[in-house]
């Protein structure tokens, strides 16, 4: 299960979302060691963006990141308006019961992919939970009203969105009736239930149209030609020096945490607009 579904409540002036993924979810882990409490934020996050990335207009590229004084230094999820998504997280080890943000900063940037434009919306950390400072992000940058409800584990993450849409000011009390219902559903709900049995344990006072589910896949980017590009971005005096040291220029991706190794004869050829194919460790 690796798809997201959007829903309207008819003629309400409310919209939502729900996502679930597994396979998606174990690849952005794989060849991480994040601890427990990292794995949980870092489910939440991922299960995040994609519910702020099928809810937008112009089908813009969405990153979410965190930063913060505890022991994340950054988190970062990035979302393709394909709905290919990849994440990664930096951390030191954390004193028991430290909050892991502690004071930071919320960003989101929006990628339209027109003329360069990119809007960016940063709000501070209000919570140690991601969802309120999801909605406080979404009151502050976007003067929507919104509910968030995440859950994760590591086989599974979920997400369940719900937002007024704009110019809609009769909705309020019906989206704090709806918000509240929503707040009403178990982890074991949410991940589990099928989105239409879910909606109508959820909502069965309200009619509701559920949309096709749309696949979420995991996509590292990590590819041979844009590998190619980061060495030539080193520069040639630089990756003569690496090579002189260590006999070859090694580059990691945080995301997948691979590293790529390249030799003297890789380097020369990217250097002459050569693309030389992945050279796993």
Same mark, same amino acid.
């Given at each position: 299960?690796?798809?997201?579904?959007?829903?309207?409540?008819?003629?309400?002036?409310?919209?939502?979302?729900?996502?679930? /993924?597994?396979?998606t979810w174990r690849?952005?882990?794989?060849?991480?060691r994040y601890p427990?409490?990292?794995?949980?934020? @870092?489910?939440?996050?991922?299960?995040?963006?994609?519910?702020?990335?099928?809810?937008?207009?112009? &089908?813009?590229?969405?990153? @979410?990141?965190?930063?913060?004084?505890?022991?994340?230094? =950054? @988190?970062?999820?990035?979302?393709?308006?394909?709905?290919?998504?990849?994440?990664?997280?930096?951390?030191?080890?954390?004193?028991?019961?430290?909050?892991?943000?502690?004071?930071?900063?919320?960003?989101?940037? /929006?990628?339209?992919?027109?003329?360069?434009?990119?809007?960016?919306?940063?709000?501070?950390?209000?919570?140690?939970?991601?969802?309120?400072?999801?909605?406080?992000?979404?009151?502050?940058? +976007?003067?929507?009203?919104?509910?968030?409800?995440?859950?994760?584990?590591?086989?599974?993450?979920?997400?369940?969105?719900?937002?007024? *849409?704009?110019?809609?000011?009769?909705?309020?009390?019906?989206?704090?009736?709806? &918000?509240?219902?929503? &707040?009403?559903?178990?982890?074991?709900?949410?991940?589990?239930?099928?989105?239409?049995? =879910?909606?109508?344990?959820?909502?069965?006072?309200?009619?509701?149209? *559920?949309?096709?589910?749309?696949?979420?896949?995991?996509?590292?980017?990590?590819?041979?030609?844009?590998? &190619?590009?980061?060495?030539?971005?080193?520069?040639?005096?630089?990756?003569?020096?690496?090579?002189?040291?260590?006999?070859?220029? +090694?580059?990691?991706?945080?995301?997948?945490?691979?590293?790529?190794?390249?030799?003297?004869?890789?380097?020369?050829?990217?250097?002459?607009?050569?693309?030389?194919?992945q050279l796993l460790?």
């Amino acid at each position: 299960m690796n798809e997201v579904q959007n829903f309207l409540f008819e003629g309400l002036g409310i919209r939502g979302s729900i996502v679930r /993924l597994e396979e998606t979810w174990r690849q952005v882990l794989a060849k991480h060691r994040y601890p427990d409490s990292l794995r949980q934020l @870092l489910g939440e996050s991922l299960a995040a963006t994609v519910l702020l990335t099928t809810g937008l207009k112009g &089908a813009p590229k969405v990153s @979410l990141q965190l930063q913060g004084e505890g022991p994340v230094k =950054l @988190l970062l999820i990035q979302c393709s308006s394909e709905l290919k998504v990849r994440g990664m997280a930096q951390w030191r080890d954390a004193a028991e019961g430290e909050p892991l943000l502690g004071e930071g900063r919320l960003t989101v940037n /929006l990628d339209t992919g027109e003329d360069g434009h990119c809007f960016q919306g940063i709000v501070p950390l209000v919570s140690d939970r991601l969802d309120a400072c999801l909605e406080g992000y979404f009151r502050q940058s +976007e003067q929507l009203p919104t509910r968030l409800m995440l859950t994760g584990t590591q086989q599974r993450v979920a997400g369940l969105l719900l937002q007024a *849409l704009p110019n809609n000011d009769g909705a309020d009390h019906t989206f704090n009736t709806a &918000a509240a219902l929503a &707040a009403t559903v178990s982890p074991g709900e949410l991940s589990e239930l099928p989105a239409d049995r =879910l909606l109508a344990t959820l909502f069965d006072n309200y009619t509701i149209r *559920l949309f096709k589910p749309r696949r979420v896949t995991h996509d590292c980017r990590c590819t041979p030609s844009h590998l &190619a590009g980061v060495v030539r971005l080193l520069g040639a005096d630089e990756l003569e020096s690496l090579i002189e040291e260590t006999g070859e220029v +090694e580059l990691t991706c945080e995301f997948c945490n691979r590293a790529f190794h390249y030799d003297a004869a890789d380097v020369e050829a990217i250097l002459d607009g050569d693309t030389p194919g992945q050279l796993l460790h």
